[in-house]
């Protein structure tokens, strides 16, 4: 098992290498001089020709991308050009609450996605289905910030029941740490709600049909047993495949909530970043999300053994 | 089939097709059926719902009515853009990666690292590093959705490379590039008309998205993200500023999302995936 983990892990090198060469083109080849643009207006070109200095884009491109694969190695995602700390240790700071909202979004999520999903695939056809169905395409189209809104306006400013927006450490106390985070995990699980539990619901119909769930019915084992340690066991595969690809919904709409809830995170670095042209802060971010995204799909693969013991590697 | 039995057979493709159709045509006589989005009356600042503003005015006093509909134009472009372009690219490389083996493990391995990184923030990197411009937004939401168009390609070439058909092709002496044309191109364009409307949806959340953080079209456009964002602090004021063109937005990928979802019913696509 440990050999897997170890030979898994080292499969993760190439892509992450695939990730640095596909950032790396794409804003070194993009159209636009990075350096004049973070200058702005109205800039002496000795300014910008200092500025392409730092940044090292004086260099060929070939030796700029190993300079940048060598620190990335090292875990140097370069220097904030705004605020002159290391990338690395400016998401350190803002880690926790990214961190918190992340954690408490996939928990609450994923129950309540499988849980709709498995009423939705026992109730296939009824209003309840259709409900439940009804919700996961809204759940698709309603975007992030309109639901953040809407949640803020009626349940922070309306209601008074939470706080409108901010985060409270999880240090000063579990409950206002919750509190804090209701609204926008709310606001960021819907989408993959929705997700999961439109294919928990497809999985379960395709498991349900089959013959031994026909055996377990006519052996008479009761309805909740039968769909969640006979069904759902069976399903859990393809479940746990798009748990694992829906982290990108997450990633992306991590950067619009801590916005929209004004939580100092790894989100809103990025977006303060934009409009300081803070560029190095912008690519490191990328290099950590996608890394995450790549570790997160690693563990999925993993516990596949794991969740279906007929899958060995 | 007539249009009334194929509507009640297909309802949600109607439903949504004549939601689009609706929105499409006020995008387009936007000039016509709304006053200018660009005109501030301070002296009208934060007005709700009335006879004179359909949907109120904004922080500045701009017609919210009139931006919302001219805002229209902006997220049924890039929707569009973005289907067509990543559709009309990953096809290519699809086609070329499932036919020709050689060429296919080292564009998948590309594709994999692309897929690893987040669509919103490589496209709010793109941006933010070139002058803001609608054509700059269309290819940074592009590039993210290249990869699934990609996979969904090659796997229908796998698929059907293996057919007798193709078999008889070969021995038939046609070359690669006329059998991948003329009988594997064909099988792909099903799923792709599902996925391309998938990914019509997205484009159109991720451009709100880009737009409401700052990062989309140049600003003085007004859109439906761009709108949410100027709107921020006034959401306990004047809450129509915010849920005006939050409801239209969402109203759009919906009706998007029911023609996907009722085309991939329909053509009985199941390798169609969202996002």
Not at chain 1, 62 to 91: A, E, H, K, N, Y
Not at chain 1, 215 to 231: C, D, I, N, S
């Amino acid at each position: 098992m440990i050999g897997t983990i170890v030979r898994r892990l080292l499969s993760m090198l190439p892509v992450m290498g695939v990730v640095a060469v596909c950032v790396f083109l794409l804003l070194h080849l993009a159209p636009g001089d990075p350096a004049a643009i973070i200058a702005g207006e109205n800039v002496s070109p000795e300014n910008i020709a200092r500025i392409r200095a730092q940044l090292g884009l004086d260099q060929p491109v070939w030796r700029q991308f190993l300079v940048w694969v060598g620190s990335l190695l090292t875990g140097d995602l370069g220097q904030s050009m705004f605020w002159g700390d290391s990338v690395t240790s400016l998401i350190g700071q803002r880690a926790e609450p990214t961190i918190s909202l992340a954690f408490t979004t996939v928990m609450v999520a994923v129950f309540l996605a499988i849980g709709l999903g498995v009423l939705a695939a026992a109730c296939a056809g009824t209003l309840v289905d259709r409900l439940v169905m009804g919700f996961a395409v809204m759940g698709f189209s309603v975007p992030v910030f309109v639901v953040g809104y809407l949640l803020i306006f009626v349940f922070a400013i309306n209601l008074k029941w939470l706080p409108v927006q901010g985060y409270t450490p999880i240090s000063e106390g579990v409950a206002p740490w919750l509190r804090n985070l209701v609204l926008p995990s709310i606001a960021l699980g819907m989408a993959y709600v929705a997700l999961i539990a439109r294919i928990t619901r497809t999985t379960m119909l395709d498991v349900l049909a089959e013959d031994y769930m026909r055996t377990a019915k006519a052996k008479g084992v009761a309805m909740r047993p039968m769909l969640f340690r006979h069904a759902l066991k069976n399903a859990a595969v393809p479940i746990a495949t798009v748990v694992g690809n829906g982290v990108a919904l997450l990633i992306g709409g991590v950067v619009i909530t801590e916005t929209v809830f004004n939580i100092p995170g790894v989100g809103r670095l990025v977006v303060d970043a934009i409009a300081r042209r803070d560029y190095p802060i912008i690519q490191g971010v990328i290099m950590v999300f996608s890394g995450v995204y790549v570790l997160v799909n690693l563990l999925v693969d993993l516990s596949y053994t794991f969740l279906d013991p007929r899958i060995r590697d | 089939m007539t249009l009334r039995r194929f509507g009640r057979r297909n309802p949600t493709i109607v439903i949504g097709a004549l939601l689009l159709l609706l929105v499409t045509a006020a995008a387009i006589a936007a000039p016509l059926i709304a006053g200018d989005p660009l005109l501030i009356t301070p002296v009208d600042r934060l007005l709700p719902p009335s006879e004179k503003y359909w949907l109120g005015t904004d922080h500045l006093g701009r017609d919210v009515y009139a931006r919302a509909v001219f805002g229209a134009r902006i997220s049924l472009l890039v929707g569009v853009a973005v289907a067509a372009v990543s559709v009309v690219v990953g096809l290519g490389i699809g086609l070329a990666a499932g036919y020709w083996r050689q060429v296919d493990a080292v564009v998948m391995r590309f594709m994999d690292g692309m897929m690893a990184i987040p669509a919103i923030l490589l496209a709010i990197a793109l941006v933010s590093l070139n002058r803001a411009s609608v054509f700059i937004v269309v290819v940074a939401i592009s590039l993210p959705e290249i990869p699934r168009v990609v996979r969904l390609v090659r796997s229908v070439v796998l698929t059907v490379r293996e057919m007798p058909y193709i078999e008889a092709a070969v021995s038939g002496g046609s070359r690669g590039r006329k059998i991948v044309i003329r009988h594997i191109l064909p099988s792909t364009v099903a799923p792709l008309i599902v996925q391309a409307t998938y990914i019509a949806a997205s484009a159109i959340l991720i451009e709100a998205g880009l737009s409401f953080l700052g990062a989309g079209v140049p600003p003085e456009i007004p859109t439906w993200g761009n709108m949410i964002a100027s709107s921020r602090l006034f959401v306990a004021r004047a809450p129509w500023t915010i849920f005006a063109p939050g409801t239209l937005l969402a109203l759009v990928v919906l009706a998007v999302n029911l023609v996907g979802d009722g085309l991939r019913d329909l053509l009985d696509v199941r390798l169609a995936r969202r996002m």
